[in-house]
Structure formats: C-alpha cells, structure tokens
C-alpha cells in the first residue's frame, strides 16, 4: 500500500529505518516504480541506500526547467523523423536545446494525434490541481505551463523543442502530441481522424487494441449521437484503464471550441470540466486570451510537479542539500536518461 506524501522540501535519499525495512530491501530494484497510483520516478539500489535518479522537481507551484524533466517526447503536426522526412507514426524525443532523436514508432500509417503513458506521472497531483499542467494548442510550436495558483507562460519555445535542421528539416512546426517523464513508453495514442477508435493501447507484443471507443468519449462529455462522429481527441495522460483527462478537436454543432480539458472515470457517469490555475476548462474558459496561444484548441497534455515523499512502508526521508534551480529560460542541456 502507498502511504500518504510526506513533505520534504529537499531532495530527498530513502534509507532503511529498521531491521523490518531492510528485509523489504530484497523486493526493491532499480526497476522499481514507487507512485501514487501513476508512474513517478525509479528507485535504484546502491549499497542498501535508495536514490531518487530519474528526476527531482521543485515544489507544487514552481516550474521545472526543462533540464530537469525527463523523457521529452513529442509528436509534430506532421508526422515526421529526426531528419525531417514525412514519417506518420513517428515521435521525437527533444532534449530542451533543439536537438532531437527518433522516438517511439507506432508502426501505423496515420498521424499520431495524442499520446500517453498508462501510468502517467503527476496524473492525479494535476486534476487535483496539486500540480502544474503542461500544454500546446494547434498550429503552435511552443509548449504552454499554468501553476495550480493560476501562473502561466511558455514552458518551451520551438528552438528549445526542435530547431529546423538541414534540407527538408522544418523543426517543430505544430506540438500536436506530448509525452513527459518516460523514455519512449507512450504507449497510449490516438489517431486523427479515426472513426470508431478514440485511444489506442500499445500492447508489449507491438500489437494494438482499442481503450477508448470513440462513442465512450461522445457519451462522456455529452455530444448527442448525430455528432458522435465528429469526436476526435487529440490530447490526453491516463492512469490505468479507467482513468483519463483529455480534449477534442472543436466541434461547432456541439458548441465545443476545442479549448475544453475534461476528466473521466470509466464508469463513473459523466465526464467533468478540469478545474485547474483556479478556473475550469470549460468552452467560457478562453484560452488564447489567457495565454497567447496560436489557437484555442488544446492538442497535447502533459504535468510536471512535486512528489516530495512517495515511501514503501518503513522508510524514512533523509533530507540532503538541494541544488539549485535553472530557470525556465535557462540554458537547458541534454538528458542521459
């Protein structure tokens, strides 16, 4: 069982506290996921210490650097590979200074229209608005930030994410899909314009099977079955299979402009408008005053945040000195994650 979040304002090391807790030792790896409920960070093992190595981040209400995130992944609008070349299926992984590196291939031949993690990071912290939530919009090459207290800016420009490159490379042109803290494990997608399917599962054995029904999200958010057809998400993170926070495409005939963020419990009735940065997400909500943004739909998702003491049972947090901080117009460099 997790056990609550202790806050440490440091970054913290895990030791064992007793002779019970040293025992526990034998179940831990540096495959270990520890998270409250979602993928978080790994603990590896080191002379029967444990250490936080994937990622620390500062507290709820301040912005990571872009250094400090892990597992950059991005998918542009259009599809394309670290070259530049015309690649449907294709992500990049960026690293915060423009370069990039091919991602995750989803061997299929439309365009990656959202992507996620089963277990993403910060998911719950985020739609309890204990997180900071991370965004773009269509026909913008920038990526957006907005603090649970409602602060907001650019978390990323397009030189950070991916500068044009020789030939035929445009760079980023469109954040049409975004993935954080992993390392090429979205393993959740949807397609654009796919007429039954909603959300892909990536299965382990490279196949594919539908999560989401394109009808579910219709029901979900209300859409009347006339335009069930024009639903198209196109920008999620999930937990489990049951457990989801997304947006669609604008539908006009529904009133919906593409700038709603809704959360969803599978079975739990209707889905509900996110309330984060002190507001909801709703159609009122106007994004492109709020932010600047090239759009007012919203077509990728993501959070960054704080998990200050996720603990297995009998250990205890050692507070050690903190490191400073770059800023978010830092200078970022590139992860070896």
Do not use: C
């Not at 030792?25 to 993928?39: N, P």
């Amino acid at each position: 069982m997790i056990p609550d979040k202790i806050s440490v304002s440091d970054v913290p090391v895990l030791k064992p506290s007793d002779s019970e807790s040293v025992k526990s030792l034998d179940r831990v790896t540096s495959k270990t996921i520890f998270s409250d409920g979602e993928k978080s960070f790994t603990l590896d093992l080191k002379d029967k210490v444990l250490s936080l190595s994937d990622f620390i981040v500062p507290d709820v209400d301040t912005v990571s650097s872009l250094k400090l995130v892990g597992g950059k992944e991005y998918s542009n609008s259009v599809d394309k590979n670290t070259n530049g070349n015309p690649d449907p299926g294709q992500t990049l992984n960026w690293f915060g200074n423009g370069n990039t590196t091919d991602g995750f291939d989803y061997g299929i031949r439309g365009q990656v229209d959202a992507m996620a993690n089963s277990g993403d990071a910060f998911f719950y912290p985020v739609i309890n608005n204990q997180a900071t939530l991370v965004f773009s919009t269509s026909f913008d090459d920038k990526i957006y930030y907005e603090t649970p207290t409602g602060a907001n800016n650019i978390w990323a420009t397009a030189n950070q994410i991916d500068q044009p490159g020789p030939g035929i490379d445009l760079g980023v042109t469109d954040v049409d899909a975004l993935e954080l803290w992993g390392g090429r494990d979205a393993n959740r997608f949807s397609i654009y314009g796919d007429p039954k399917v909603a959300v892909y599962n990536y299965n382990s054995d490279g196949t594919t099977s539908a999560l989401y029904t394109q009808q579910e999200i219709a029901n979900a958010i209300g859409v009347d079955d006339e335009f069930a057809d024009l639903v198209n998400l196109d920008a999620m993170m999930t937990s489990g299979n049951n457990w989801i926070m997304f947006s669609i495409d604008p539908i006009e005939e529904a009133g919906l402009d593409g700038g709603e963020i809704w959360v969803w419990e599978r079975g739990s009735g209707s889905a509900d408008f996110l309330k984060h940065g002190g507001h909801l997400w709703d159609t009122d909500f106007k994004v492109m005053e709020t932010f600047g943004t090239a759009s007012e739909n919203v077509n990728a998702l993501e959070a960054i945040g704080s998990y200050s003491g996720i603990l297995d049972a009998g250990f205890e947090v050692v507070p050690v000195k903190s490191l400073p901080l770059d800023t978010v117009g830092g200078n970022p460099i590139p992860l070896s994650i």
